[in-house]
């Protein structure tokens, strides 16, 4: 894609620019249900039409464009047979941090940098104002020329893969998905504890009770993770959190776990009732006795481009958002 990436310190790297990107990416929400984010989506889209840049929609997007205008002549679609990672220089995200995970799970493989603008109700993943797209995008492309380099956050995912004791053939894998934030096992509708069997690297660890585990990316510590009582980790911090969702024990602490871990859980036959499995905030499955979730890190993070640095954007986004130590 013309860039490269190299450390900038031990926790972070800069990406460098070796010619100007030719195709940007855009993720925002539909027009119908954020028009004033639609209308910036229009002027960005223009903007770099008018740059020569070619610019790609979801099908969703170019449905609902939110001009009276047709969108920009440089402009195209994609279908869930291209290869994004092959074609696109740049993600360009709008609205907040559901646009960033919407742009995650587009590219299980490896992602291009993504440029992240807030502008919803939550903005952890999201360093730069969208009020000013215009200088944060210059910058960005006139800098294929400049020495400068960009800081990044590359943003760790999991691998969550979930083996049926039903299934017949193969090694019984019959679900897998990426996610940015957090994979969640929790007893769903029943009103019955989980028991999950947890076991760590093989071993196994602990038996957890109570209304479900979270296993969560140092970015999804400040989601779900936090609510549950888990801590605020740093995104460059290469660990998976453990985290109990209201446990029957009150010595069931979270834990940190390094991100080599292969953590598998499984329902054992003398639980009372299945669980159900969670993405990102989002149902996925359904789980029976005897079936195991096994969750690793992803071998391809999602590299997120800096405002001033990983550590800066981190406390600002935490302080804002949080209210952190506020007196």
């Not at 100007?20 to 929400?29: E, F, H, M, Q, S």
């Not at 990316?217 to 993770?225: K, L």
Request: overall charge neutral; some cysteine.
């Amino acid at each position: 894609h013309g860039l490269t990436m190299a450390p900038l310190s031990p926790s972070e790297l800069a990406m460098r620019w070796h010619r100007r990107p030719g195709t940007v990416l855009l993720v925002a929400k539909r027009a119908d249900r954020d028009p004033a984010t639609a209308l910036v989506l229009g002027d960005i889209a223009s903007w770099l039409s008018s740059k020569g840049v070619v610019v790609i929609l979801e099908p969703r997007l170019l449905h609902n464009w939110p001009l009276s205008s047709r969108p920009p002549e440089r402009s195209r679609t994609f279908s869930p047979e291209d290869r994004l990672e092959k074609s696109v220089d740049l993600i360009v995200t709008l609205a907040g941090d559901g646009a960033l995970m919407r742009a995650a799970k587009l590219f299980r493989g490896a992602m291009p940098p993504v440029l992240a603008f807030a502008g919803g109700s939550q903005a952890f993943l999201a360093p730069f104002e969208l009020d000013l797209w215009r200088q944060a995008l210059g910058e960005l492309f006139s800098a294929w020329s400049a020495p400068e380099a960009f800081p990044l956050v590359c943003r760790m995912r999991l691998i969550v893969r979930v083996r049926c004791a039903a299934a017949t053939g193969g090694d019984g894998l019959v679900f897998e998905s990426a996610g940015l934030n957090e994979v969640l096992v929790h007893r769903g509708e029943s009103g019955s504890l989980t028991k999950l069997e947890v076991s760590v690297d093989g071993e196994p660890t602990t038996l957890a009770q109570g209304d479900g585990l979270i296993l969560a990316t140092p970015t999804g510590s400040t989601a779900y993770s936090l609510s549950a009582g888990g801590c605020m980790v740093h995104p460059s911090v290469p660990a998976i959190l453990l985290t109990p969702v209201a446990p029957h024990s009150l010595s069931f602490r979270p834990v940190l776990l390094p991100q080599t871990a292969v953590v598998s859980v499984s329902i054992p036959a003398s639980a009372r009732s299945g669980a159900r499995l969670s993405v990102d905030g989002r149902d996925m499955y359904g789980l029976e006795r005897g079936d195991q979730v096994e969750v690793t890190m992803s071998p391809h993070p999602v590299p997120t481009l800096c405002h001033l640095n990983g550590t800066r954007d981190w406390f600002t986004s935490v302080h804002d958002a949080l209210n952190w130590n506020g007196r």
